[in-house]
């Protein structure tokens, strides 16, 4: 009996090293043909790759390998409309840090450095890896390093964010006491392998944020509203040649519909269009006004006319849609088949007006890429 499980243990790992190496092999050939790396360094170093996969059961990437992994990933994100800028990706090597201490400080080096006063530098920090995508050596419990937190109140309803109501339960188990405001930023909760999660604040003077105002309804700032300047994306997975960086946050920057017709918009957030049409006077009384819609088309202007005032790098949903249409055309010259998911690519407002809307896309799911992870605080702990 203890022969047959031995037997079974050395053949998962057998098979484990073998799939890695394979997915080591398919980085590896396709990094060196983009970078017009020589056959036989390439064919060097997989001997070297699997030599350490051979002793150790995995392999470390070169910081050289590591980048290159990062910008596929991003081009290779089906789901990113903002893809044209994929080659100006900024990668941060902090695979060193081993404390939840360390990752944090590395975590507020990276929202100083790409938050950059607002000019806004697409960037990502990459972590330690793990061999095992479900055994991760570091989490981030944070989907982004900026949210605002959600309470619940006696009647049922949020003041905050909804969408963070389960992590700002989690946090106050953990300790954390926020203001109790509508825009207070949550803590980063970091994870080292099985040990308890820590909670750090995040820094006031690292959070870059913006007031709304509106152009031409000068009401609209009695409103209150505000957003943070940069979507630092923290929960996802980053595969690169059969290795998982299970904590990779990386930003680009906002196109404005994001926060305009989605995050302050959707009745599952701020739930802010009601607001906005009574501000304006419009008759909500009934959908054939189409109140909805000229607030959302407000509120956006409102978006991108209080980044641009601030000097906060965003984007219109019309110039970003040009921008991956050139993407897609720049991907074809280069004999590569553009991919993406159509869904994702349209924007919320308007997107019969945008090329992406009339062209549909292979959805091909290539790596290296960014993928979903579960969510750690919905687990047994």
Known sequence: MMNTHLQNHTDAARSHANQLLHEAETYLKQYGSELSIADSSIAARLNQIASEIEATGTYTQTSEELAYGAKLAWRNSNRC?????????????ARSAQTAADVAGGVFRHMEYATNGGKILPTITIFAPSVDAEKPRIRLWNDQLVRYAGYEQKDGTVLGDPISLEL???????????AGTAFDVLPLVVQIGQEPPEWFEVPAELVLEVPLTHPDLPAFEELGLRWYGVPFVSSMRLEIGGLHYTAAPFNGWYMGTEIGARNLADPFRYNMLPTV?????LDTSRESTLWRDRALVELNVAVLHSYKEKGVTIVDHHTASKQFSLFAEKERQRGR????????LIPPLSPATTAVFHTRYEETELKPNYFYQKTPYSEPQ
């Open 81 to 93: 409309i903002g893809r044209l800028f994929w080659d100006s990706l900024i990668v941060q090597d």
């Open 337 to 344: 088949i553009p991919t993406g998911r159509w869904s994702w």
């Open 168 to 178: 700002t339960q989690v946090c106050e188990q953990l300790g954390w006491r926020g």
């Open 277 to 281: 049409g009574t501000l304006m006077g």
